[in-house]
């Protein structure tokens, strides 16, 4: 097996992110500093900045995150996502995030290459949803979203079908609250934001606060 391969699988790196790990000679292979493109088996010991590396179980689950639920280990005192998990699966980290007002679908995993392939822009992943919004949006304020609405982070381009204060919206991006912060850039409140797909996948029935495993071949 290839050691990027290896490093990705056996920790919550990217390939992407074993392969600069490797680089920056964080990687060892039998107390041997480890080499790019390096073939290695199962008797190997590899470590990460002194850390032994052990190959575990892929996994995969989709959540219907609840409002109210911060995606987080430390919820300073709120709920977080992890107490809605049993703990077999309390290891897996977020695939992106939804912040606590807002609900819908959640993925986690301990699979890094996955994550990559859903959350990096090249792979174009499309996430949509349910948005209710304090007032009716006017047709001119809908040629502005459409257009583009200028951001401190860049311009935030959001898809739109609906009507009145009632809207789908379809994006490629993922940045913090965008969708919240989009919207009060041009004077309106969402008052729920609900994610119902993330790329092919879907919410479907799963009941709110519930969680499912799925298979990676169902998502990319």
């Known amino acids: ?35 790019p493109g390096q073939n ?13 590396l052990k190959l575990s179980e892929l996994c995969t689950i989709m959540l219907h995150k609840p409002i109210g639920f911060v995606v987080s280990r430390n919820g300073q005192g709120k709920p977080t996502i992890y ?17 606590m007002d807002s609900s819908g679908l959640l993925l986690l995993t301990n699979d890094g290459q996955l994550a ?20 009716p949006l006017l047709p001119t304020d809908q040629f502005k979203l459409k257009q583009g609405v200028p951001l401190n982070d860049g311009i935030s381009h959001l898809q739109l079908n609906g009507s009145g204060n009632k809207w789908q919206i379809s994006m490629a991006e993922g940045r913090n609250r965008q969708i919240r912060r989009t919207f009060e850039q041009i004077g309106y409140q969402v008052k729920t934001l ?27």
């Open 116 to 135: 990559q392939e859903l959350t990096h822009p090249s792979f174009n992943k499309i996430k949509r949803y349910d948005v209710v919004l304090n007032k």
């Open 1 to 35: 097996m290839r050691i990027n391969k290896y490093v990705a699988l056996s920790s919550n790196l990217s390939r992407r992110a074993a392969d600069q790990a490797i680089k920056d000679g964080r990687i060892t292979v039998n107390g041997i500093v480890a080499s």
């Open 40 to 52: 290695i088996t199962t008797q190997d010991e590899l470590k990460i900045d002194g850390l032994v």
């Open 194 to 220: 609900h994610r119902t797909t993330f790329g092919p996948y879907d919410l479907g029935a799963l009941a709110v606060g519930k969680w499912q495993t799925i298979n990676k071949t169902d998502i990319i």
């Open 83 to 99: 107490d809605l998990l049993p703990k077999q699966y309390q290891h897996l980290q977020p695939v992106g995030r939804l912040d």
